[in-house]
């Protein structure tokens, strides 16, 4: 994966519905579960973590749906708020 840097900034593609789920299934970047297929944005921002040094920064730019949308993997997505918060 390379080595972990200070920061990400990241703006992903919005609306994928085919963003490999099948294939990365098992990828060693999903540090808190696997991302579910209907919530692409999860897998970006697990992305992201899976990069950052201990105490590093990301930033994405998230469509607003995903702040209201209703979380098909509650536990992924709290996971990965509770990822942010520790690093």
């Known amino acids: 994966m390379g080595d972990p840097v200070d920061a990400v900034v990241c703006h992903p593609p919005f609306g994928a519905t085919n963003w490999g789920d099948d294939e990365l299934g098992h990828d060693p970047r999903w540090i808190v579960g696997t991302t579910p297929r209907t919530e692409p944005e999860l ?15 990301a930033v994405l730019l998230m469509p607003p749906a995903v702040a209201s949308r209703r979380a098909g993997n509650a536990s992924v997505a709290n996971s990965c708020a509770e990822a942010t918060c520790a690093r």
């Open 43 to 57: 897998a970006w921002v697990q992305h992201a973590l899976a990069h950052l040094r201990v105490g590093g920064h």
